[in-house]
């Protein structure tokens, strides 16, 4: 399942000759100098995955717009029917949407992304996967039993690669990947803040949206229009005049989504 390439360091690097999803340019072992090697420690304790919360009615209706939009598209001819390569983060909303494809007019459907979750093996036994590449699996304690309990048929349908193949933007651009991210909050000059809650406080890195956003055919942030807090039922929004952090600039988003529209 894995496809382990190492890259060349330059000026004698090559170009990687990826132009579909199901493209091998490694191998399925990687190499070890037993000279360096002590000892294996064998394990079978499980992977210690964790579940997502129940989706949510706004993170359904954005994913409904995500599909009308991209039905759209395809009804302009501005993408193709089984569309591109689909990159999808981690969350509720990115959930969402993957649960909103397996029941979309969309067919022969590729995944080109860093995480695989839950909703994904839904979309497999749907049928309207055809094949994902991936860096990681995150899968819940139940999606890893049905993952292993089924790998004969998720085997011949998933690679793994390094994060390097994966995010680099030579095969982003090339395959057209259709990013789509959720960040903290968006501005209305079409900046995006993926990291700093108040421009202070981090909660998670940049992660992958940066290396696709920028790169991708379409790039899509789906957001809440406003976030509830313990002490703040009504929320704070997501959408400012103008972001307290710049992660991604407006050169490099194309749509903005929540459930307002």
């Keep these: 399942m894995h496809d382990v390439a190492c890259t060349i360091v330059p000026p004698n690097r090559k170009p990687f000759l990826i132009s579909r999803v199901d493209d091998r340019i490694g191998n399925n072992t990687a190499t070890v100098d037993f000279d360096k090697v002590i000892g294996i420690v064998e394990s079978n304790l499980p992977d210690n995955g964790r579940a997502f919360s129940e989706v949510d009615e706004d993170s359904k209706t954005i994913a409904k717009y995500i599909i009308d939009f991209l039905d759209n598209e395809v009804k302009q001819n501005r993408l193709p029917k089984n569309l591109l390569p689909l990159q999808s983060g981690v969350g509720n909303i990115a959930n969402a949407v993957t649960?909103?494809?397996?029941?979309?007019?969309?067919?022969?459907?590729?995944?080109?992304?860093?995480?695989?979750?839950?909703?994904?093996?839904?979309?497999?036994?749907?049928?309207?996967?055809?094949?994902?590449?991936?860096?990681?699996?995150?899968?819940?304690?139940?999606?890893?039993?049905?993952?292993?309990?089924?790998?004969?048929?998720?085997?011949?349908?998933?690679?793994?690669?390094?994060?390097?193949?994966?995010?680099?933007?030579?095969?982003?651009?090339?395959?057209?990947?259709?990013?789509?991210?959720?960040?903290?909050?968006?501005?209305?000059?079409?900046?995006?803040?993926?990291?700093?809650?108040?421009?202070?406080?981090?909660?998670?890195?940049?992660?992958?949206?940066?290396?696709?956003?920028?790169?991708?055919?379409?790039?899509?942030?789906?957001?809440?229009?406003?976030?509830?807090?313990?002490?703040?039922?009504?929320?704070?929004?997501?959408?400012?005049?103008?972001?307290?952090?710049?992660?991604?600039t407006e050169h490099d988003l194309d749509v903005i989504v929540t459930e307002q529209g």
């Design 99 to 248: 649960a909103g494809l397996a029941t979309s007019p969309f067919n022969n459907l590729t995944v080109w992304t860093e995480v695989l979750q839950d909703t994904m093996l839904d979309l497999y036994e749907s049928g309207k996967l055809d094949y994902a590449s991936a860096v990681s699996l995150s899968l819940s304690p139940k999606g890893f039993q049905r993952f292993y309990g089924n790998l004969d048929f998720y085997k011949n349908k998933c690679i793994l690669r390094p994060q390097a193949i994966a995010n680099h933007p030579e095969n982003i651009r090339r395959l057209g990947v259709i990013a789509m991210n959720t960040p903290v909050e968006v501005d209305i000059f079409g900046h995006a803040n993926s990291t700093l809650v108040g421009g202070t406080k981090m909660i998670n890195g940049l992660g992958g949206s940066g290396d696709f956003l920028r790169n991708a055919y379409l790039s899509i942030m789906h957001t809440p229009s406003a976030r509830s807090s313990k002490i703040d039922k009504t929320g704070i929004s997501c959408i400012v005049p103008m972001v307290s952090h710049v992660d991604h």
